[in-house]
């Protein structure tokens, strides 16, 4: 069932979505990139009568919304919403119309079988339910939401190439982000393993001639650098970083971008860890033969363009490259290095080692797990303090410093999830493997509802603030792969088990959840792809294990 709140109506391809108002009444919004649904309305104040009597939603279900009276209203097509049945009249601001049959309420007017609309949508419901992966029956209502979830933000988007990518949600994420796009291929492999690879290609399709692959692909174009963004980002990042002390030079204004110069944006590289999970489940060779050179040009560009120290270990240069818009490691300057970049640069040398390996090229597969164990090493060695990975920030240097001048760099005091990942490489020495989950168990990190991505203790820990302190499912999700692959099997259970029950009793799929009580974070968004894909993945994974 859809609350029309969290849960709007709308389907696969369409960018209409309608929602109940504060009044009891309907309205209608359309789904843009970067636009607030207040900003796009199509249609308001809905309301159903026969007579002088209203006719109240009886229920909102994914195929149709019925209302009392024998009505419904269903989707013809991605941009036509029909009324059907009779003897009834519907009013809305500025307009009204006789629901006769049926009535176009959006969309081109021209004559329906309002029996075979439904019948039709019934259709597309109960074939896209029927491919959810298998998951066990406490967790099936959660499940079936998250894969419906899927399905509706599944858009075509003009720049994908005519491909339909998933879109975080229609509550203005409306465009292919890249590490999204992994994790929403992490769910869609269970049950259409070509829609999952199309998710890599749209971005791939967009890579840099330098190896960089861009941070968004939208109706527009791509976001692959600061002058690609948003004016209102420039504004809020503007902000932001000058906590640290100020733009950097050469950013007079806020519009002109808080970073001085043009910097490339994009997101985290877990591109083949992504292609090798849909491998996993379904083997295809003239995919992974497909995406082998253009991974390893964005390798490269990790550590060569993103390496302005030249240490051997990347950097994010931008605060969106890293995924973590609003973490406090940006309150101290526009370029960090947490641990956990160079913890996906290993592992993604490992997945390349694999992929090199599935196609017959022996001697670069053992090149790559060299490197795999050189950069962990590396990591090791500088990055490692005894006690934790430490994270470094480089703030901006001052308007008045001359050219040339390198902003001062900075160990950040906070405490953040992110010094644990680097268990994702599965290369660590065992006691510092031991160490990080101790930490992970400690305090700190453990509670009802792990993981805080500020820990509990830290005085920047905020319970309900983006990326300081609410828990966020990808972040678990890569913290139990890490168990695992370090070893740690029973904690990556039992981290799952945790996970899985608080999104099962959290109400919905949401971008973020509050720590300490479970519930959606206050400025969370709804219908979340990646939360919605992750869930599956892992509620897939134990109805695995209980075969």
């Given amino acids: 069932m859809l609350d029309l709140r969290e849960r709007p109506f709308t389907e696969r391809g369409s960018r209409l979505l309608v929602m109940a108002a504060e009044d009891g009444s309907l309205w209608i919004a359309r789904a843009e990139y970067e636009t607030r649904l207040s900003e796009t309305t199509v249609l308001t104040g809905l309301r159903l009568f026969r007579g002088d009597a209203e006719l109240p939603v009886r229920h909102a279900r994914p195929d149709r919304i019925s209302f009392e009276g024998g009505v419904d209203l269903v989707f013809a097509d991605a941009g036509t919403l029909v009324l059907t049945g009779s003897a009834a009249r519907a009013v809305w601001d500025g307009g009204a119309g006789d629901v006769d049959g049926t009535l176009v309420l959006v969309g081109q007017a021209r004559p329906y079988d309002g029996a075979a609309l439904l019948e039709a949508a019934a259709r597309r419901r109960q074939e896209w339910a029927g491919r959810m992966p298998a998951v066990p029956e406490g967790l099936r209502e959660r499940a079936e939401q998250a894969w419906w979830t899927l399905g509706v933000n599944l858009l075509p988007i003009a720049f994908a190439g005519g491909r339909e990518g998933v879109v975080p949600s229609k509550f203005g994420y409306v465009g292919i982000w890249n590490w999204d796009a992994y994790f929403h291929a992490v769910g869609l492999r269970h049950a259409d393993p070509e829609l999952a690879r199309d998710q890599i290609r749209i971005l791939l ?299 099962n009793a959290g109400g919905g799929l949401y971008e973020y959840w509050n720590p300490l009580t479970g519930a959606r974070a206050a400025r969370a968004t709804s219908g979340f792809g990646w939360s919605s894909a992750l869930f599956l993945d892992l509620a897939a994974g134990q109805a695995c294990s209980a075969v």
């Avoid at 030249?310 to 641990?339: N, T, V």
Wanted: overall charge negative; aromatic content about 8%.
């Fill in 205 to 503: 399709d967009h890579q840099r001639p330098d190896g960089l692959i861009p941070d968004v692909v939208h109706d527009l174009g791509v976001l692959a650098e600061t002058t690609d963004l948003p004016r209102s980002d420039h504004a809020r990042l503007a902000q932001h970083v000058g906590q640290a002390g100020g733009t950097e030079r050469g950013a007079a204004s806020p519009e002109d971008g808080p970073i001085g110069g043009v910097v490339p944006v994009t997101k985290p590289p877990l591109t083949a860890w992504a292609v090798w999970k849909i491998h996993e489940v379904a083997p295809d060779l003239g995919f992974l033969a497909e995406v082998y050179g253009p991974i390893t040009r964005s390798h490269e560009w990790w550590l060569t363009v993103s390496d302005p120290d030249g240490d051997g270990l990347a950097e994010y240069l931008h605060p969106y490259s890293s995924g973590l818009d609003d973490s406090p490691i940006w309150d101290h300057g526009p370029r960090a290095e947490p641990p956990d970049l160079n913890s996906y640069l290993a592992l993604q040398a490992d997945r390349l080692g694999d992929i090199a390996e599935a196609l017959g090229r022996t001697e670069e597969a053992a090149a790559w797990r060299k490197r795999a164990a050189e950069h962990v090493d590396l990591l090791v060695t500088r990055r490692w303090n005894g006690r934790r990975f430490v994270t470094l920030t480089t703030s901006a240097p001052g308007p008045s410093a001359p050219a040339g001048t390198a902003g001062a760099v900075t160990e950040v005091a906070t405490r953040t999830p992110l010094e644990l990942l680097p268990l994702l490489t599965g290369r660590l020495p065992r006691e510092i493997a031991g160490r990080l989950v101790a930490d992970l168990l400690s305090p700190s990190f453990w509670g009802e509802r792990p993981v805080p991505t500020v820990a509990f203790d830290d005085p920047d820990f905020d319970p309900d603030a983006m990326w300081r302190g609410p828990v966020w499912l990808n972040v678990n999700y890569l913290l139990i792969e890490g168990l695992h692959r370090s070893g740690y099997a029973e904690v990556a259970e039992e981290l799952t088990r945790r996970t899985l029950d608080m999104v």
